[in-house]
């Protein structure tokens, strides 16, 4: 099968970005017309729930809001985080890449998580071009994410032929063979990309430079003058800059307009903590005043209900919004500790800024964990509320279809199988002229037995395509 012989150049054949055997390929995931026009507009849909979440930030910020939206969103960062943040110079910025977790379920597609640094832009571009040289009709097309990356970052520039410099943290050392990729195949686009560690970048007052040697992949014939930097493409979360060379510099040209960061450094629009801030009752108004009726009532029905784990004492008369046990208000969190196994339908997750808010490092599934797991983990995650807010979720199960798939340890030898697996589908949108455009879609799909879904060694991660 033509399939059997993708993905073998840049490392990333059945493998996680540190070159690892990681997954396996198999056929494309297939979309209906519906839903890939779905997927076309929800873009937009989540680029209005990020503006939407900034102005009523802004505006509890000034006091123009409840004071709880801003005072949660910034619990636990530093002051120099928050002040940033807060920047007049900053205070339309977006992400300018955005990538949902979405699942579809019984009652409908849900979105359990929202990623403005996301990591899988290389693999699924790499993925695609090379699912599209076989012969697959793949959506998005085979450049549509290099092509969707290259816009993005020259409206970013402002300019014509913007230096473009893709800075990864140590933390996020896995995702460097990938970014190499993408970064290669930006130049042969004309772009000026270049990979490179924060410690080789310099630090001027008119700005960012970079020496001309600089940059993972750049031609051995290059020998011009140092390049100014235009776009700093950030792959490293905020909760991690004392641990990144020459971090102050590097956010001191962010301030002074110097250099363009993207994802701009705002961290406020990096939180799961959000989506409980959209459910919250007493700011569905506001929210319906940012947004409008429609897209209010289409993100309701796409955003799970969450709740923050604050574990303030609640008043008497008081009652956690829309969470019962038997149809009864819950007043305490402590009720959870003790629910059986099927009751325990919930997931607990950090909100953002900590180490263990990404690659499902601190998500613990309720049911999937003994009763003293869970409530251990529960009165962990309150106690950390002071520095590390965290959220609970209600588990929702992705719905399972048949998968093909390769078995075998190389091309010559592998065979299709079929299997019923569960998928989790990560659009990418890049945001340019005002809107989120799709550039490609990544399918992962895990054993029907998986709660979790995530790349594994028996997982499948493919393109979509139409059925």
Not at 217 to 230: K, P, Q
């Amino acid at each position: 099968m033509e399939v059997a012989r993708l993905l073998a150049e840049d490392g990333v054949h059945d493998q996680d970005p540190a070159g690892e055997r990681h997954f396996r390929i198999g056929v494309p995931h297939p979309l209906s017309g519906p839903e890939i026009v779905f997927l076309e507009k929800l873009g937009d849909l989540l680029l209005a729930f990020y503006t939407a979440l900034n102005n009523l930030y802004r505006q509890s910020a000034q006091g123009r809001a409840p004071e709880f939206i801003c005072r949660w969103l910034d619990q636990g960062k530093p002051q120099e985080v928050v002040r940033m943040g807060r920047m007049n110079r900053m205070r339309t910025e977006l992400p300018r890449i955005l990538r949902p977790d979405l699942f579809a379920t019984e009652d409908g597609w849900k979105i359990t998580e929202l990623d403005s640094v996301p990591g899988g832009i290389g693999l699924t571009d790499a993925l695609q071009q090379r699912y599209a040289a076989a012969g697959f009709d793949v959506v998005g097309g085979a450049d549509g994410m290099r092509n969707g990356m290259a816009h993005m970052l020259v409206e970013a520039a402002t300019k014509a032929d913007p230096t473009v410099a893709v800075t990864v943290s140590e933390e996020s050392a896995a995702y460097r063979p990938e970014m190499h990729h993408l970064t290669r195949r930006l130049r042969q686009l004309g772009v000026n990309a270049r990979l490179v560690e924060p410690r080789d970048i310099q630090f001027r007052e008119d700005g960012l430079w970079l020496a001309a040697e600089a940059g993972a992949g750049v031609e051995a014939n290059s020998r011009e003058e140092n390049f100014r930097i235009d776009v700093l493409y950030r792959f490293f979360e905020l909760f991690d800059l004392p641990n990144i060379p020459k971090a102050e510099l590097l956010l001191y040209a962010a301030r002074k307009g110097t250099v363009t960061m993207t994802p701009p450094p705002r961290a406020h629009l990096e939180e799961k903590l959000a989506m409980a801030l959209f459910h919250h009752p007493v700011l569905a108004p506001l929210w319906r005043t940012e947004l409008g009726e429609e897209r209010q009532r289409a993100l309701v029905a796409l955003l799970p209900r969450t709740w923050v784990l604050d574990p303030t004492p609640l008043p008497a008369h008081a009652v956690i919004p829309d969470l019962t046990l038997d149809g009864t208000p819950l007043q305490s969190w402590s009720t959870l500790n003790r629910l059986g196994q099927k009751a325990r339908q919930f997931v607990i997750k950090p909100s953002g800024f900590s180490e263990r808010a990404w690659g499902a490092r601190g998500v613990v599934i309720g049911h999937d964990v003994p009763e003293s797991e869970w409530a251990s983990a529960l009165e962990q995650a309150l106690a950390a509320f002071p520095a590390s807010p965290h959220v609970l979720q209600p588990f929702h199960k992705a719905l399972s279809v048949p998968t093909g798939f390769l078995a075998g340890h190389t091309p010559e030898t592998a065979l299709l199988r079929t299997a019923r697996m569960r998928a989790r589908l990560c659009p990418y949108y890049f945001v340019t002229d005002g809107r989120a455009r799709l550039g490609g879609v990544l399918a992962t799909l895990c054993p029907a037995d998986k709660k979790r879904i995530h790349g594994m060694t028996d997982s499948v991660m493919v393109p979509c395509a139409p059925a």
